[in-house]
């Protein structure tokens, strides 16, 4: 399953490292509901390093979302403290945890970011 | 009723405005209400007694978190034959709790109905002073044996209000009701409890685990009593000072702010009622002005903004990485992303701000592990004013809003539409840059190769920050000087013509230290001169400019903590006289305000109004009038940390008497500084 969740988690793993991630510690699980289904995500992250797997087992923080929101997510189309606030994830344990992984989702596929100013073109 | 009359309590960013009876009926005029997280919870809130509202005969704001309110049945003219007094009391913790006491003063029994209505909308706090007609979502009520829920759902988003009484009671969708018999002399009482929930889908509130201290009464007590005991002292000659001061201390007890998802920890919020929230600005500002009293709020504050810093590009929220954030939110506008405060990164000056604290809050405390700890943070912040801010590609920092829709069109301070103007008064195109922004970016770069050398470990970036500063100064010196003025331009326009108006912004630069040292008295006499001093304070935009008004909001109001940073720059470039006028005056304002200075106040000359006339619509109290005297009183009395001492070099305005200010707190300990005015010598003489 080549989805962009997995692709996500995948990358993470490889990656093994996230600077943003430097001053945290600690478990965070994603469970990904779908009708009866349940998928899971487990990251350890000690200091930035990172490693996923697939376990269910407790965790410092956990994090409830369809698999198509957290799919958003991983793509740049939703927001995650706005999800959050929303209640479309729901968030149980450290949320500080959940606040410093959600930096690492890109932003939006085609932010333009800060423009620079020509003259005449406007 | 006039919105000064209203009262207000708060813990946290949950608060409650009210009439002067307590009662809440909330119109877009009088946007009064329970609220919590950027939502109100209740919008009505009345209480008769068999039918008949009540009148109010005084209140009392006992502590920032509770008040009481003296009631009558009947009109005005009928007070004196009230044969019942009914008392409110009130207090905001983890929930809203009132307490109803009803005595019987007749010589015979009464049967009462009594009666609370209560109802909400549940708006969103941006949407009060609006008409809400067309909610997305479903309002409900629900009535259970022993409680009255209110409620809004709208997907997964459910806010709820729960009502309960502590002694039985008859709930329905609008209210609940109680039939009392009361013989004479006797008095009845029922505390109604009001739980605020933000419900997620699992049942869970968002919430859980927040809270700055207990909730209970006696909690919050305790923690302010805490607060205060462990400020410095301030005594003065003249009481008004330290009655100023004492004001302030429990009013930055009460803007203190724990953010959502950040483990309790607590920053100053911006302001009461519409501002109880973390803005990067402001809170960065106020633990400037009031680091020498209360630090423990810079490292918080410094480790809150750091850990939502900006990581990738959003054009919605203009995130980008190493940008401090503007304003976060948590009601339903910013959930459905109807507004971008998820949070939103609109201004530029937020970001050299935060290296500015970082420095400043280590020279007072010591705290090098927290230098350390945020040593990428600062570096990324630097970055972002080398990389995403100068939009022009001139060495500058400039702003654009790229949410067109709801974004901010200026990123200062300043921050209203016209703020920013030729002196001819029309509006230059964007991008813009404000000049303010540009010291704070040179202050920025030197003080963080002062850390890059003392604690980073990196002598050559400390010497390419110095060398980007001095060219910085350089460039601004040709760039924004008004000649013919003798001042800085508030701002230039991207093909490089100046917004050549003189305005309070020049104060800030010379706290930056961005000034040539043979302009700074140049600078020195504009501030204190008769178009910008307004025997108050300096006013934002000077007399004489063409959008110069004495209530335009940035164009012509003094404000406090504007004056009060005019007053650190002047006293930074050695105008101790210049900085002990501009603080007598704002702390003479403060008298009228009972310490409690509002936002802004308008800029008449002071011969003329006699007493500082209060803006509209200011919000009060709010963080950064707060921290005003405080900065004042550092600047009076000269305090600098100086080579882990701290330095006191008293400058006090003529006849202001003595000050001490005891167990000021830093890397030295506690230590107590004190000064004395010289005399007033013409008063001496009448």
């Known amino acids: ?122 | 009723m006039a919105p000064s009359h209203t009262v207000r309590i708060l813990d946290g960013n949950t608060f409650v405005v009210s009439e002067a009876t307590g009662d809440i009926e909330a119109t877009p005029t009088e946007p009064t209400g329970l609220f919590s997280i950027d939502t109100r919870f209740l919008s009505k809130w009345i209480l008769t007694v068999n039918g008949e509202r009540l009148n109010a005969l005084s209140y009392d704001d006992l502590q920032y978190y509770e008040s009481r309110f003296f009631l009558v049945p009947g009109l005005a003219t009928h007070y004196v034959d009230a044969k019942l007094s009914i008392i409110r009391e009130r207090a905001v913790g983890a929930s809203f709790r009132e307490t109803i006491t009803i005595l019987n003063h007749d010589e015979k029994a009464v049967d009462l109905e009594i009666r609370m209505d209560a109802g909400c909308d549940f708006a969103d706090l941006f949407e009060v002073k609006d008409e809400i007609l067309n909610k997305k979502g479903e309002i409900y009520s629900e009535v259970e044996p022993d409680k009255l829920r209110l409620g809004y759902r709208r997907g997964n988003f459910k806010r709820e209000t729960i009502i309960s009484s502590s002694t039985s009671a008859r709930y329905d969708p609008n209210g609940i009701a109680y039939t009392v018999h009361l013989e004479p002399n006797e008095q009845w009482d029922t505390a109604i409890d009001v739980q605020t929930v933000a419900l997620g889908p699992g049942g869970k509130d968002l919430r859980i685990g927040l809270s700055i201290h207990g909730h209970e009464r006696l909690a919050l007590q305790q923690d302010l009593d805490e607060w205060i005991a462990k400020a410095p002292k301030v005594n003065s000659e003249h009481g008004q000072v330290s009655a100023t001061y004492q004001r302030c201390v429990i009013d930055l007890a009460a803007l203190r702010f724990a953010p959502l998802s950040l483990g309790g920890q607590t920053l100053p919020a911006a302001g009461l009622p519409w501002f109880m929230t973390m803005f990067g600005r402001d809170s960065i500002l106020t633990c400037l002005q009031t680091l020498p009293f209360t630090p423990e709020l810079s490292a918080t504050t410094l480790r809150i903004l750091a850990a939502l810093q900006g990581a990738r590009f959003d054009d919605f929220r203009e995130e980008d990485p190493g940008r401090i954030l503007h304003e976060m939110r948590y009601g339903e506008s910013a959930a459905f992303e109807e507004q971008p405060h998820s949070p939103y990164y609109g201004s530029v000056d937020a970001t050299p701000l935060f290296v500015v604290l970082l420095d400043e809050y280590e020279k007072w405390s010591g705290d090098v592990a927290l230098v350390k700890e945020l040593e990428q943070e600062c570096r990324k912040a630097l970055r972002w004013v080398d990389e995403h801010a100068d939009l022009v590609g001139n060495g500058y920092i400039w702003y654009e809003r790229r949410n067109t829709d709801k974004g901010l069109e200026n990123q200062c301070w300043k921050d209203s539409w016209d703020s920013i103007s030729y002196a001819d008064g029309t509006l230059p195109p964007f991008p813009r840059a404000t000049c303010e922004v540009q010291g704070y970016a040179y202050d920025a770069k030197m003080r963080a190769a002062r850390l890059a050398r003392e604690f980073w470990d990196d002598p050559a970036y400390a010497e390419q920050l110095e060398r980007e500063a001095a060219e910085l100064k350089e460039r601004f010196n040709r760039d924004w000087w008004v000649a013919d003025g003798g001042y800085y331009a508030l701002g230039l326009d991207p093909d490089g013509r100046q917004c050549d108006v003189l305005s309070s912004n020049i104060g800030h630069l010379l706290w930056s230290g961005i000034v040539h040292e043979d302009r700074a008295e140049q600078i020195a006499q504009h501030l204190v001169g008769p178009r910008l001093f307004s025997g108050w304070g300096v006013r934002t935009l000077a007399e004489g400019e063409v959008r110069y008004n004495p209530i335009g909001y940035h164009n012509g109001t003094v404000w406090p903590f504007d004056t009060s940073f005019c007053a650190w720059g002047l006293r930074r470039y050695g105008f101790a006289e210049e900085a002990a006028t501009i603080a007598n005056g704002i702390l003479d304002a403060a008298r009228y305000f009972d310490g409690r200075l509002p936002e802004a106040f308008g800029g008449y000359p002071r011969e003329q109004t006699k007493f500082p006339v209060e803006y509209p619509t200011a919000c009060s109290p709010q963080a950064w009038s707060t921290g005003a005297p405080l900065l004042l009183l550092r600047t009076m009395l000269g305090l600098e940390p100086h080579e882990g001492h701290l330095a006191v070099e008293p400058r006090l305005p003529v006849g202001m008497g003595r000050i001490e200010v005891l167990d000021i707190p830093g890397r030295w300990g506690r230590v107590d500084a004190f000064a004395r005015s010289r005399l007033d010598l013409d008063r001496l003489a009448d």
């Open chain 1, 1 to 122: 399953m080549a989805d962009a969740t997995t692709r996500f988690f995948k990358d993470l793993d490889r990656r093994g490292y996230d600077p943003l991630l430097a001053k945290s510690s600690g478990t965070l699980r994603i469970d990904l509901h779908e009708g009866p289904q349940t998928t899971h995500w487990l990251v350890r992250i000690d200091r930035g390093e990172i490693q996923v797997s697939q376990q269910d087992m407790e965790a410092d923080a956990v994090i409830g979302a369809t698999p198509a929101l957290f799919e958003g997510l991983v793509t740049g189309r939703e927001n995650g403290l706005a999800a959050l606030l929303r209640g479309d994830m729901t968030l149980t344990g450290d949320a500080r945890l959940v606040v410093q992984m959600e930096r690492i989702f890109p932003g939006p596929q085609h932010a333009q970011g800060p423009r620079r100013y020509q003259k005449g073109v406007r």
